[in-house]
């Protein structure tokens, strides 16, 4: 039986969520530090150590079936991968960054100008869209020193809490684009390689969902337990079980954790007592 080879980035910034992604789903491996090849011992899953920046390449050959890589590299690389899932970790922007002292933020600043970054087909495409011509100056790492050895009037790169920004007396002027780690696939995959993906995607949706949702108990008056109901967004129903105290019911839902800070001053007026928030390991709907 042929098995589904996946591409993670072997160290780096979507190493770590990839390897937990996987673990949730059920798949069992040692993790081996030096080995760029592991096998899956209970699922048919082959998974590959590799640089982040040629996963598109070896998509793109069929080298690897399906791989984990940030979104912003598939633009910037411009290969012919599908994606399957937004995975909603590794969440960043590519930005236009200026020096502090630069107190515009108009993009014409950067007319004639020179921009150091490692995404220059990013970085091109947006410049030639606005109509900016600049001198782009490609890098591979530590863009962020460029303008201060003067080697660039800004710079063009990766953004997430912007602390590399501000230690290095950058701004972030422009957001080009915004990024997550995603799963994609190559466009060579014969049906047998399609099904187990098919079985492997169904198991992180069922992460993915749970990860957003929250299991909520409370306890309610019988004649509020409509009210109550009517705040809450549910996959069905609530369900309703009668506590031993008599006129009182323990009712459960599921809920958005977002959703849950928004409805919760609510849900106590409408007569909800003893509310408890639980995590949801897997969901199927
Ligand atoms: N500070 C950050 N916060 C969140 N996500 C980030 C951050 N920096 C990078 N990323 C995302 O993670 C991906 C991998 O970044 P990382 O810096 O680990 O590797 P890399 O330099 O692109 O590559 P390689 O594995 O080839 O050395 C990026 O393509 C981007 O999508
Ligand atoms: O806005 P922040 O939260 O500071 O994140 C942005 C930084 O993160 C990335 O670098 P990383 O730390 O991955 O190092 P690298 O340059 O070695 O890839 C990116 O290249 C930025 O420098
Ligand atoms: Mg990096």
């Not at 011992?41 to 690897?64: C, H, K, M, V, W």
């Not at 970085?123 to 869209?129: A, T, V």
């Not at 009182?248 to 007569?271: C, R, T, Y």
Request: proline fraction near 4%.
């Amino acid at each position: 039986m042929s098995k589904l080879k996946i591409a993670i980035q072997k160290s780096g910034r979507l190493n770590e969520d990839s390897l937990k992604l996987l673990k949730s789903c059920g798949i069992s491996f040692n993790n081996g530090k030096d080995q760029l090849k592991v096998e899956v011992e209970n699922f048919p899953l082959e998974i590959l150590y590799l640089r982040n920046s040629d996963i598109p390449q070896y998509l793109e050959d069929g080298t690897a079936d399906i791989a984990i890589v940030g979104e912003n590299l598939l633009i910037e690389k411009q290969k012919k991968v599908e994606v399957i899932l937004p995975l909603g970790f590794s969440k960043c922007r590519v930005s236009l960054a200026v020096p502090k002292e630069v107190k515009t933020d108009d993009l014409a600043y950067f007319q004639g100008k020179r921009i150091a970054t490692s995404y220059p087909v990013t970085l091109g495409n947006y410049l030639q869209k606005n109509n900016i011509s600049a001198e782009i100056h490609t890098i591979s790492g530590s863009v962020e020193i460029a303008p201060n050895i003067g080697l660039a009037d800004g710079i063009c790169d990766i953004v997430s809490s912007g602390s590399t920004l501000f230690k290095n007396g950058l701004r972030e002027t422009q957001v080009i684009l915004k990024s997550q780690a995603v799963l994609v696939r190559s466009k060579l995959l014969n049906n047998e390689k399609l099904a187990i993906l098919e079985r492997l995607v169904f198991r992180m949706k069922a992460v993915l969902k749970a990860k957003n949702s929250k299991y909520i108990l409370m306890n309610v008056k019988n004649e509020n337990i409509e009210a109550v109901s009517n705040l809450l967004p549910v996959l069905k129903s609530p369900t309703i079980l009668p506590l031993a105290e008599p006129g009182w019911s323990s009712l459960h839902s599921v809920i958005n954790e977002n959703q849950f800070w928004e409805v919760i001053d609510e849900l106590k007026l409408a007569g909800a007592e003893d509310i408890l928030i639980v995590p949801i390991d897997k969901m199927v709907v």
